[in-house]
């Protein structure tokens, strides 16, 4: 008996709890559609606090109520409000004010339509309203776009929501973002006091978009005070502004060193250990950023659900292909030119032509790969300071790529014997060495890593069939400079390059940076002719 009882009473506590869920939105609910009736009340002061208590009640539902409301777009229907859309032919749909569903099978006619009636001040109020509702926005996306909004409207009326969200909102971005409207919104106050703590404040938050109304509030406000404040909080924001445009400039410069390493990883093999001058090693390149984009079309077409997680695998597509192309030119046409390094660098040449038009011929000119959202995007270690997400994962590849080389050659039996036939191909094929398929697949690894920094090179540009041209000069800059064979040097040789080129871009036109590049690494060749790291032993004589 006590144990039935007791599933009784578990029994009705659980329909209790059901029946108290379901009554809350009920309730909810019914306390918004009271509030709606009370917008159709002939005094204008019962119509502004009913449309404070619904835009207290932070409903998103809202939002396109009060935007047709402050439009004119609603109208009375059987003593309650209700969307007017047009539905052609003078005819219009009435809809349901929170739920939008239709109120009436078919659309009426407009004529006879009592609109609800609204004023200056129930239209003030509807601003405010949706400024509040917006900033009550449960995505944080949607919600730092609302903030940003009323920041830069720095309207005062917003500053109670925003102070608000600014000790509150668990999104730091949003915060931050919060606390800058509000100082905006106080550097219209009346109060000097008020005015140069908004300066104070806006200069520690690095408020980079007031600059100009603190210019002119050092300009033009009659409070001294108040102006000195306003020079010095833009002094120091501009002061930060260069410091993250120097650090930023330098990012860019490690992502796009990083590209370079990878490419000059490839080449370091074929030609600092292989001894070949494959001027097709650029199209690689390209056949990888091509790989890359029909991955992405594959998976549009056949694995929409799975989207997201299409670059990964485009790398991996990137490399086998760059690979297998390469070992077919190195079986067809490389391998019975070793030792002949004119005609081998002509041969490459003509293949890289080739190959250039066949991809024109196929693709066309341009093309575009979209990166997943996950790469979308970027870190902000500090305020004002985005590092894009895409250009920190080029960063990450780039030091799994030279990990991962460095482990193959020095780790593993293929390092060994291509070490050993490097040094001495005589002596290896006389230890039973199949050197034929180590040059093979030397060469295949080569080309595959070209490929995957073309994976790479996608995520911060387009797509064209000459891309591979703009990398190859540099990339055998890279291998002279680091030293022929030397994976330390490509890596210091290819972070150099790459950063000097965007620090010297913002002085001087791009084609004068590189100019001026070449020229520092041939003074630098002059003095050091087998460059950073020199071959030793018999790699010297190899």
Same mark, same amino acid.
């Given at each position: 008996?006590?144990?039935?009882?007791?599933?009784?009473?578990?029994?009705?506590?659980?329909?209790?709890?059901?029946?108290?869920?379901?009554?809350?939105?009920?309730?909810?609910?019914?306390?918004?559609?009271?509030?709606?009736?009370?917008?159709?009340?002939?005094?204008?002061?019962?119509?502004?606090?009913?449309?404070?208590?619904?835009?207290?009640?932070?409903?998103?539902?809202?939002?396109?109520?009060?935007?047709?409301?402050?439009?004119?777009?609603?109208?009375?229907?059987?003593?309650?409000?209700?969307?007017?859309?047009?539905?052609?032919?003078?005819?219009?749909?009435?809809?349901?004010?929170?739920?939008?569903?239709?109120?009436?099978?078919?659309?009426?006619?407009?004529?006879?339509?009592?609109?609800?009636?609204?004023?200056?001040?129930?239209?003030? /109020? $509807?601003?405010? %309203? @949706?400024?509040? !509702?917006?900033?009550? &926005? +449960?995505? *944080?996306?949607? #919600?730092?776009? =609302?903030?940003?909004?009323?920041?830069?409207?720095?309207?005062? /009326? $917003?500053?109670? %929501? @925003?102070?608000? !969200?600014?000790?509150? &909102? +668990?999104? *730091?971005?949003? #915060?931050?973002? =919060?606390?800058?409207?509000?100082?905006?919104?106080?550097?219209?106050? $009346?109060?000097? %006091?008020?005015?140069?703590?908004?300066?104070?404040?806006?200069?520690?938050?690095?408020?980079?978009?007031?600059?100009?109304?603190?210019?002119?509030?050092?300009?033009?406000?009659?409070?001294? %005070?108040?102006?000195?404040?306003?020079?010095?909080?833009?002094?120091?924001?501009?002061?930060?502004?260069?410091?993250?445009?120097?650090?930023?400039?330098?990012?860019?410069?490690?992502?796009?060193?990083?590209?370079?390493?990878?490419?000059?990883?490839?080449?370091?093999?074929?030609?600092?250990?292989?001894?070949?001058?494959?001027?097709?090693?650029?199209?690689?390149?390209?056949?990888?950023?091509?790989?890359?984009?029909?991955?992405?079309?594959?998976?549009?077409?056949?694995?929409?659900?799975?989207?997201?997680?299409?670059?990964?695998?485009?790398?991996?597509?990137?490399?086998?292909?760059?690979?297998?192309?390469?070992?077919?030119?190195?079986?067809?046409?490389?391998?019975?030119?070793?030792?002949?390094?004119?005609?081998?660098?002509?041969?490459?040449?003509?293949?890289?032509?080739?190959?250039?038009?066949?991809?024109?011929?196929?693709?066309?000119?341009?093309?575009?790969?979209?990166?997943?959202?996950?790469?979308?995007?970027?870190?902000?270690?500090?305020?004002?300071?985005?590092?894009?997400?895409?250009?920190?994962?080029?960063?990450?590849?780039?030091?799994?790529?030279?990990?991962?080389?460095?482990?193959?050659?020095?780790?593993?039996?293929?390092?060994?014997?291509?070490?050993?036939?490097?040094?001495?191909?005589?002596?290896?094929?006389?230890?039973?060495?199949?050197?034929?398929?180590?040059?093979?697949?030397?060469?295949?690894?080569?080309?595959?890593?070209?490929?995957?920094?073309?994976?790479?090179?996608?995520?911060?540009?387009?797509?064209?069939?000459?891309?591979?041209?703009?990398?190859?000069?540099?990339?055998?800059?890279?291998?002279?400079?680091?030293?022929?064979?030397?994976?330390?040097?490509?890596?210091?040789?290819?972070?150099?390059?790459?950063?000097?080129?965007?620090?010297?871009?913002?002085?001087?036109?791009?084609?004068?940076?590189?100019?001026?590049?070449?020229?520092?690494?041939?003074?630098?060749?002059?003095?050091?002719?087998?460059?950073?790291?020199?071959?030793?032993?018999?790699?010297?004589?190899?």
């Amino acid at each position: 008996m006590p144990r039935t009882m007791w599933r009784c009473v578990l029994v009705l506590g659980w329909l209790a709890a059901c029946a108290a869920a379901r009554a809350l939105p009920a309730a909810e609910g019914g306390e918004l559609a009271a509030q709606l009736v009370r917008l159709l009340s002939e005094d204008s002061g019962e119509r502004v606090a009913a449309i404070e208590r619904l835009a207290a009640s932070g409903e998103q539902r809202l939002i396109a109520f009060f935007e047709a409301y402050r439009q004119g777009a609603v109208a009375v229907h059987e003593d309650r409000p209700a969307l007017v859309r047009e539905a052609g032919s003078g005819r219009v749909q009435l809809l349901d004010p929170l739920s939008g569903q239709p109120l009436l099978a078919e659309p009426i006619a407009s004529e006879g339509l009592r609109e609800l009636p609204i004023g200056r001040r129930e239209r003030l /109020a $509807a601003n405010h %309203a @949706l400024v509040r !509702l917006r900033l009550a &926005d +449960p995505d *944080p996306k949607a #919600r730092l776009n =609302a903030v940003s909004r009323a920041a830069e409207q720095a309207e005062p /009326a $917003a500053r109670s %929501a @925003l102070e608000a !969200l600014a000790q509150r &909102d +668990p999104e *730091p971005r949003i #915060r931050r973002m =919060a606390a800058i409207g509000v100082a905006a919104i106080d550097l219209r106050d $009346a109060e000097a %006091a008020v005015r140069k703590a908004a300066c104070q404040r806006l200069a520690e938050l690095r408020a980079v978009g007031w600059r100009s109304a603190l210019l002119e509030l050092g300009q033009q406000d009659p409070d001294g %005070a108040v102006r000195e404040a306003a020079r010095r909080a833009r002094a120091e924001i501009e002061a930060w502004m260069q410091w993250t445009g120097i650090v930023q400039t330098l990012f860019s410069g490690l992502s796009a060193g990083s590209i370079l390493i990878v490419m000059a990883l490839g080449l370091s093999i074929t030609f600092g250990l292989m001894g070949v001058i494959n001027m097709a090693h650029g199209e690689m390149l390209m056949i990888g950023a091509y790989a890359t984009l029909l991955t992405q079309w594959l998976f549009a077409a056949v694995f929409p659900a799975a989207m997201p997680w299409y670059f990964p695998c485009g790398i991996v597509a990137a490399f086998l292909s760059a690979a297998l192309l390469g070992w077919l030119i190195e079986l067809t046409l490389v391998r019975h030119l070793y030792g002949r390094p004119l005609e081998t660098l002509l041969a490459t040449w003509g293949v890289s032509y080739l190959l250039i038009q066949t991809i024109r011929v196929i693709f066309g000119d341009n093309q575009a790969v979209t990166a997943p959202d996950w790469l979308v995007g970027g870190w902000e270690p500090v305020p004002e300071l985005v590092l894009p997400w895409n250009r920190l994962f080029i960063i990450g590849l780039t030091v799994a790529a030279v990990i991962a080389v460095w482990w193959l050659l020095a780790r593993t039996r293929l390092g060994l014997l291509v070490r050993a036939t490097t040094q001495s191909r005589r002596t290896a094929a006389a230890l039973g060495v199949d050197t034929r398929r180590i040059d093979g697949a030397t060469f295949a690894l080569g080309s595959g890593l070209a490929g995957a920094a073309g994976a790479a090179l996608t995520l911060i540009g387009g797509l064209k069939p000459d891309m591979g041209q703009e990398f190859i000069i540099d990339s055998f800059l890279v291998v002279a400079a680091g030293g022929v064979g030397n994976l330390a040097g490509v890596v210091l040789a290819g972070l150099g390059l790459g950063m000097a080129n965007k620090l010297l871009e913002p002085l001087v036109h791009a084609v004068w940076a590189k100019v001026l590049v070449l020229a520092a690494i041939i003074l630098f060749l002059q003095w050091r002719p087998s460059g950073l790291f020199p071959p030793r032993g018999r790699l010297a004589d190899a």
